[in-house]
């Protein structure tokens, strides 16, 4: 009889793959002591059997089936053939209905000859065996995550071992441009991911940069010393699927000697990063905006009626000239934004420098004007009081949700149960912690709000001085530029307390 074999092992480790050789063997010496034609052997290596569709040579072997090239399947296990009770059904079935038997050695049965129920429970058993050993792994992995288990390979790193990392030099330096070009250059991710590949500088796989690489360097705090792991989980180990773990089950590991960039160009970073996802997210003014660096007034003159960026244009005749209008103006005429208003890039440009001119020139004015903003920012924030209720508000709900900790260890309450209670206390505890963050910021920029002015005097100075300006220039002095349909164009500078990051 002309038969096949089919076997597989769950990993491409190297004892694995001698494992399948051996397998291979056993079907050879099994094929020939039975009197069989052994035609083929069907191996997959490295591939889970909780799933038929990432089993390449599992489906060729039903492709061949159809085609009738031989007349049973040898399998040792019932696992091997799969471990997934639906697809064990489907897959013995489709082949029973071919006229092929299957024969499963180990436990001395085959399709043509048991019944199906049985062949049922034992597919059934090798299911939970699976979902037991998933279970298994998962804690084992949540113990790793506790003793601060590094991933295999990490960029600006070099793995010693499951808990050791050491610094890269060559790519920590990358790691350092990275902060460089988004900080001070003022950059994004996009356009340093090109500044990167440009001067030929490769991943951890040795591939080109793209924006979301670039992005994962700037959001994870390992570069700063402080490693967090234990993030994901897999939800379901039949299809592997990766969930997002609460922020509150994360594991903190704090690693001072793997920083490659001090926490404060860390925090900065982050600061930026949640600013232009604030612009970009905004409802008003300015829905939807982009950030972007690449000519010199790129997202910063905003439309006053539709909330959109202004689009730069070129016109040429003898010589060209570079203009700027309402983007949807632009796209769609009137029919959604009649803002036709057209800004000459050069004379802009001037008008700017004027009236930065004007400013240091009457730096009285200029100063004291500032120092009242502060004070009516001040004034219509949180009072010494709130702080004072913040602050005890905060421990009521910290020591509730240790109570509802408490319950959980004793097993009074579930995991889902804790998650459930504990939410809205997670919620209000970041809500109250931005609110005083938010009050001891205004009160640093008050108390140090000469050394704040005076360097927003020097920067602006600076700017003068410039023979040539930059988008990254304008950003560190101006928020944006607002334009209406009559004409009207409106600077407005930064915010005191956004040029601490200078």
């Not at 008008?351 to 730096?363: G, M, N, P, R």
């Not at 097993?411 to 919620?427: D, F, G, P, V």
């Not at 002095?477 to 009207?488: A, C, F, K, L, P």
Request: charged share 30%; net charge neutral.
């Amino acid at each position: 009889m002309n038969i096949v074999a089919y076997c597989r092992v769950s990993t491409d480790k190297e004892e694995q793959v001698d494992s399948l050789e051996h397998q291979k063997q056993f079907f050879g010496e099994y094929a020939q002591k039975n009197g069989h034609n052994l035609r083929k052997v069907y191996a997959d290596e490295g591939i889970t059997g909780t799933s038929l569709r990432k089993r390449s040579e599992f489906l060729r072997l039903m492709k061949d089936a159809k085609l009738g090239l031989f007349e049973a399947v040898v399998v040792k296990d019932i696992s091997r053939f799969a471990r997934n009770t639906v697809d064990f059904l489907q897959s013995i079935r489709e082949l029973k209905a071919l006229g092929i038997n299957t024969m499963f050695i180990t436990a001395n049965m085959e399709t043509f000859s048991d019944s199906e129920f049985v062949l049922t429970i034992f597919g059934a058993m090798a299911q939970e065996e699976s979902a037991n050993l998933s279970k298994r792994v998962k804690f084992g992995k949540k113990i790793n995550a506790q003793k601060g288990r590094v991933p295999q390979r990490i960029f600006g790193y070099d793995r010693i071992d499951n808990f050791t990392l050491v610094i890269n030099s060559q790519e920590a330096q990358t790691v350092r441009e990275i902060y460089r070009l988004y900080l001070e250059e003022g950059l994004g991710c996009r356009t340093i991911s090109l500044r990167l590949n440009q001067s030929q500088r490769k991943t951890k796989f040795k591939c080109d940069w793209n924006p979301r690489a670039v992005r994962r360097v700037l959001t994870n705090s390992i570069y700063c010393g402080h490693y967090i792991n234990h993030k994901y989980e897999i939800a379901d180990y039949l299809t592997g699927k990766q969930v997002h773990i609460p922020a509150e089950e994360h594991f903190h590991h704090e690693r001072p000697e793997w920083a490659i960039i001090p926490p404060e160009v860390f925090e900065q970073a982050q600061a930026q990063l949640n600013q232009r996802r604030a612009q970009y997210d905004s409802g008003e003014p300015f829905r939807g905006a982009r950030y972007s660096t690449k000519h010199l007034f790129s997202t910063l003159i905003k439309c006053e009626h539709c909330g959109r960026s202004f689009c730069q244009k070129h016109y040429t005749y003898k010589n060209t000239r570079i203009y700027w209008k309402c983007t949807t103006n632009d796209q769609f005429t009137a029919e959604r934004c009649d803002n036709n208003i057209t800004l000459n890039e050069a004379e802009l440009l001037t008008e700017i420098q004027v009236y930065f001119t004007s400013l240091i020139h009457d730096k009285g004015n200029f100063i004291s004007g500032i120092l009242s903003d502060i004070e009516k920012r001040l004034s219509s924030g949180q009072s010494s009081d709130d702080r004072v209720k913040i602050e005890r508000r905060q421990k009521s709900l910290l020591a509730k949700k240790e109570r509802y900790q408490e319950m959980y260890a004793n097993e009074i309450i579930t995991m889902n149960e804790l998650k459930k209670h504990t939410a809205s206390i997670l919620e209000e505890l970041e809500s109250l912690d931005y609110d005083l963050k938010q009050y001891e910021h205004f009160l640093a920029v008050k108390e140090d709000s000469g050394r704040f002015v005076e360097q927003y005097i020097q920067e602006i100075e600076r700017f003068l001085q410039l023979e040539t300006v930059t988008n990254v220039d304008l950003r560190k002095i101006i928020d944006h530029i607002s334009v209406n349909r009559d004409g009207n164009v409106r600077i407005v500078l930064k915010k005191l307390d956004d040029l601490d990051t200078f």
